[in-house]
């Protein structure tokens, strides 16, 4: 077990999230500079001594006003190298959101696996290990990384929402493609577990061809249920509003939704506020800027996913060699 308490990072954007983090851990988060240039060219450095110490530096990768996903990126590269420089015995990076998670396999021709790129970049600055939270794809994610990769699941946290809000209502567990299946059985088990009783399983099919997805019938019984439609990343809403409307179709009494990151991307907002759902929860890793006040900023629930991230930051440090 190392001595010293870990040292916990964070750039600007994402220093709320991360007072959180070390809220939870009982430590401070460390001194640093971030200073931009008139180019648009940024550095970013610590202001304590890291030599020898097991820091962690805690950023989700998210593109929101003023700092593109590539922005943040390159922010969180530098400052990895900066503190690998610097004689930090261990740099770990936390990134409750991954960008480029989603492209990480070749769809067509030719087609690059960016998700394996991004890995590199960090294995090529130094970082130790990597952090993130419900990756689109497991075993892409795990294999895109010869460091360790860590990967945390929102699904007890969302699961503990729902059991407390719908305790006596009989329950269908709608998977929202055959991909997400394994999540959304998971998500099913918790249920079940923390309610004592049956939930029932569904799932749709779903056809992405050219940029269009094409919903296809679900199979299950929804006639009479309220219906938990469980999916890993909100992005047009496209798909949640099309399964919502066949859950309702298909004799459902009520239909929510629940994902681990809220994009809420292009006309999600007006697709999933129309009052096809009842209620929408999302974690806190991507900070919801994009949903205005309306119908579903009312039925929108952000649940902070900071304790998950310090127990493993707590579990990490103290198993560390």
């Not at 190392?2 to 040292?7: H, I, K, S, Y």
């Not at 500079?33 to 060219?41: A, K, L, N, T």
């Not at 989603?102 to 696996?113: A, C, F, I, M, Y």
């Amino acid at each position: 077990m190392m001595n010293t308490a870990p040292m916990l990072f964070s750039p600007p954007t994402s220093h709320a999230f991360a007072q959180r983090v070390a809220s939870a851990l009982g430590v401070a988060l460390a001194e640093h500079e971030w200073r931009p240039f008139e180019d648009g060219e940024h550095k970013m450095r610590p202001l304590e001594r890291v030599r020898g110490r097991d820091v962690y530096v805690i950023h989700s990768l998210y593109a929101e006003p003023g700092h593109s996903v590539n922005d943040k990126l390159c922010e969180l590269l530098f400052f990895v190298g900066a503190l690998v420089d610097a004689s930090a015995a261990h740099v770990n990076v936390v990134a409750p959101y991954l960008c480029y998670a989603r492209k990480d396999r070749r769809s067509q021709t030719r087609d690059p696996v960016t998700t394996r790129y991004v890995a590199q970049l960090f294995e090529a600055v130094g970082a130790a290990r990597f952090i993130t939270l419900d990756v689109h794809n497991l075993a892409a994610y795990q294999n895109a990384f010869r460091v360790p990769a860590e990967h945390l699941e929102a699904n007890g946290m969302l699961a503990q929402w729902f059991a407390g809000h719908l305790r006596e209502t009989p329950l269908v567990v709608v998977s929202p493609d055959a991909g997400g299946v394994r999540r959304a059985e998971d998500f099913r088990a918790r249920l079940m577990k923390l309610l004592g009783r049956p939930v029932e399983a569904a799932f749709a099919g779903k056809l992405r061809a050219g940029g269009i997805v094409t919903g296809k019938p679900i199979v299950g019984d929804l006639e009479g249920r309220c219906a938990i439609i469980v999916d890993d990343l909100i992005g047009t809403g496209t798909t949640l509003a099309n399964v919502a409307g066949h859950c309702r179709a298909l004799g459902a009494t009520e239909v929510h939704a629940t994902a681990t990151h809220g994009l809420f991307l292009g006309g999600a907002c007006e697709k999933l506020g129309n009052g096809a759902l009842a209620s929408v929860v999302v974690t806190d890793s991507v900070a919801p800027w994009r949903v205005p006040d309306g119908p579903l900023l009312e039925r929108l629930t952000v649940l902070d996913s900071a304790p998950l991230f310090a127990q493993a930051i707590t579990h990490i440090h103290t198993s560390a060699p």
